[in-house]
């Protein structure tokens, strides 16, 4: 997932930063504070919940987009909205589905 929203969101020419967990995501965000972030909810450790809830205690305007599989569990979409996401995206998702979300949260250059 990582690599597909990568290579989309290059094609926008925006620059674009890489966590491989949720703790080099916090890291990386507290340190480079993108635009927008893609977070998937299911990582290696802490989650991608955990994750959104520490960025947004660090960045109350972090604009976090949630990526998932399991769109279908209300209460996982409940809770992602609850933490602060931004907007949530349902795996597979396709190349437009991501440039709506840069067209709507990212910064006019």
Do not use: W
């Amino acid at each position: 997932m990582r690599t597909l929203i990568k290579n989309i969101v290059k094609e926008r020419n925006c620059e674009v930063i890489e966590a491989s967990n949720a703790d080099e995501a916090i890291e990386l965000y507290k340190a480079e504070k993108p635009d927008i972030t893609f977070m998937d909810i299911i990582m290696e450790g802490k989650t991608g919940l955990d994750a959104l809830k520490e960025i947004r205690a660090f960045d109350g305007n972090a604009i976090v987009v949630m990526c998932t599989s399991i769109g279908g569990q209300e209460h996982v979409i409940k809770e992602a909205v609850d933490y602060g996401a931004a907007d949530f995206m349902t795996k597979p998702f396709k190349q437009q589905e991501i440039f709506n979300v840069i067209d709507k949260y990212g910064k006019t250059q």
